[in-house]
C-alpha cells in the first residue's frame, strides 16, 4: 500500500503582479463634455516602485491602487491632489471605503474588450457614493463613451492621437435610455409615468 503523500513544508513565495501595457497620460482629454487640458500627472506601475511620500513630485499626481493605498496614511496633507487608477484586475471594493477621499479615480482599460472598468466605475458612484472625477484611461474607443458616460465616467483620456473635438460628438449618440443607470436613476417607463 503506497504511502500518504507528506505535506511539503517549504513556503511558496507569491507571485509578483504581472505588469501589462499601461494607461498613457495624455496632454489632453474630455472632461464633462468639453476638451480641456490635462492637469493631473499618472504615476505608472513598473513592478519596482520605489515610491514613498518624500519622494513623491509636487502637484497633481494619479497613483496606482497598491501605492495610493501603502501611503495613504502619509499622504493626508496632499488629499486634494492624489488621484487613484485601479488596473483592469482590481475592484472598486479595493478602495471603495476610501473614495469620498479622492478627487479623481481612473479606471484602466487594456483593451476595449475588457469591461471591468465599466463596472467598477458604476460601483464607486452607486455603492461608494464617489462624486470626484471618474476618468476611463487606456484603451476603449469612441464607441464606447456613450455607455462609458452611463456608468459614471465623466472624463475620457484616450490613447494615442485622438480627435477629441470630434469624440464629444459621441457622447450624445443616443437621446434617451430605457434601462436606469448612473447618468439616469429612473427607467423610461417610470420617467414616462411621471410626465
Not at 51 to 75: F, Q
Request: glycine share 8%.
Amino acid at each position: 500500500m503506497p504511502k500518504p503523500a507528506e505535506k511539503s513544508t517549504v513556503k511558496k513565495t507569491p507571485k509578483a503582479k504581472t505588469i501589462g501595457a499601461q494607461p498613457e497620460n495624455p496632454a489632453q482629454l474630455i472632461v464633462d463634455g468639453k476638451v480641456a487640458d490635462n492637469q493631473w500627472n499618472l504615476l505608472p506601475l513598473t513592478g519596482e516602485e520605489e515610491v514613498s511620500a518624500d519622494n513623491l513630485v509636487a502637484g497633481k499626481i494619479i497613483l496606482p491602487a497598491s501605492v495610493w493605498l501603502a501611503l495613504r496614511e502619509a499622504l493626508q496633507d496632499r488629499k486634494q491632489e492624489i488621484g487613484v487608477w485601479l488596473d483592469s484586475d482590481e475592484t472598486a471594493d479595493l478602495i471603495g471605503e476610501y473614495a469620498g477621499e479622492l478627487p479623481l479615480i481612473a479606471a484602466h482599460f487594456p483593451a476595449f474588450t475588457d469591461g471591468r472598468g465599466f463596472t467598477a466605475a458604476r460601483l464607486l458612484r452607486e455603492r461608494y457614493g464617489f462624486t470626484g472625477e471618474m476618468r476611463a484611461v487606456g484603451n476603449f474607443i469612441r464607441d464606447q463613451l456613450s455607455y462609458l458616460t452611463r456608468c459614471g465616467f465623466n472624463a475620457f483620456a484616450f490613447q494615442g492621437e485622438q480627435p477629441l473635438s470630434a469624440l464629444t460628438e459621441s457622447l450624445r449618440d443616443f437621446s434617451d435610455s430605457y434601462q436606469a443607470a448612473v447618468d439616469q436613476p429612473l427607467p423610461i417607463h417610470r420617467r414616462r409615468a411621471l410626465a
